[in-house]
């Protein structure tokens, strides 16, 4: 697992009472906030309401804080875990299946990506593979103490010792939390295809769909594939999960048929993805699970607030 960028755990900050707000600090505790959220905007947030409880604090009480860097890392986690709590109850009356927030990366796999082309988010969250979307949507079956405890440990190399001071657990209750979430992974998880095989594999599914093949669509797809979309009541899109290749070819074809759609080749939370475009308005991105060279897995995200950061191709 990649060790994200920037002081970790024990590293002096910056100078107390001096702006404790630093582009790698702010990206560091954005990159942690969304592994444990799944959705950038309240990343965001909770990034800034670590910030500002820091400046609500009296200068005496800054000053005797040894590392900012650390105390703004335990307060944004706190958040975070909050925010997972309240998120499952707003979950139970979102319409339809809930998807966490796609990640733009707006170069072409074939391009290189050209110096300061790309604009935030993608610049704030490093682009590996636990944000990839079926990562993600393992998370989101933990429970949020399993949840924080395994990012923390294994994505963000915190010890136990630590990981229990934020979570108000004992160091063997985080072992055991974080042990239990890498059971989740392991049994949830097929081996990852390198990502020019992934990319092959998905560039053929855009040119079938768009080609209106069902026979090459039905090859693509695992016979027990699943299409799940979100739309979060704000577009039309299915509310529950589409399940078999044949059934899902079908909806394909009905759904290239309804409107002109330009199906775009992108990298979608560190992965290659694709993006539909209607009128220069993206519509849908989609993320892809691929196991033994078909199509297991599609994650469809329609829900406009979740595609903000999707509107400046």
């Keep these: 697992m990649t ?15 001096s702006s ?21 905007a309240d990343a965001e947030d909770a990034v800034q309401e670590a910030y500002a409880r820091w400046y609500a604090m009296p200068r005496t009480d800054q000053n005797a804080i040894e590392s ?3 105390w703004l890392t335990t307060v944004t986690s706190r958040v975070c875990l909050n925010l997972l709590g309240s998120a499952r109850a707003r979950r139970e009356t979102y319409v339809g299946e809930w998807i966490p927030e796609p990640l733009p990366d707006r170069t072409q796999w074939s391009t290189t990506r050209p110096g300061g082309t790309v604009m935030d988010p993608a610049d704030h969250v490093t682009l590996d593979e636990s944000v990839s979307m079926a990562f993600l949507v393992v998370l989101e079956s933990m429970t949020p103490a399993e949840r924080v405890a395994f990012i923390l440990h294994d994505v963000f190399r915190y010890s136990f ?33 390198p990502t020019t095989q992934h990319a092959d ?23 027990n ?50 993006v539909s475009q209607q009128d220069g308005v993206t519509v849908a991105v989609l993320a892809f699970d691929i196991v033994d060279d078909r199509i297991k897995h599609i994650w469809a995200v329609l829900n406009p607030e979740k595609l903000r950061s999707w509107q400046m191709d």
């Design 3 to 17: 060790t994200e960028p920037g002081p970790g755990p024990g590293h002096a900050g910056p100078v107390p009472g």
């Design 20 to 40: 404790v707000i630093t582009s790698t600090s702010e990206r560091r505790l954005i990159n942690l906030a969304y592994r444990l959220l799944g959705s950038l």
């Design 68 to 70: 900012p860097d650390a």
């Design 161 to 193: 010792t630590e990981v229990a001071e934020i979570v108000g657990r004992t160091p063997a209750a985080c072992r055991q939390l974080a042990s239990s979430a890498r059971r989740r992974i392991r049994a949830s998880q097929a081996p990852t295809p």
């Design 201 to 223: 594999i998905v560039r053929q599914f855009k040119q079938v769909w768009e080609a209106k093949d069902i026979n090459g669509l039905i090859n693509l797809l695992d016979p």
């Design 225 to 274: 594939a699943t299409v799940i979309a979100d739309g979060g009541g704000q577009v039309s899109a299915v509310t529950r999960p589409v399940t078999g290749g044949a059934e899902i070819t079908r909806a394909c074809i009905r759904l290239a048929e309804q409107a002109p759609l330009t199906i775009l080749e992108r990298t979608v939370n560190g992965q290659p993805g694709l």
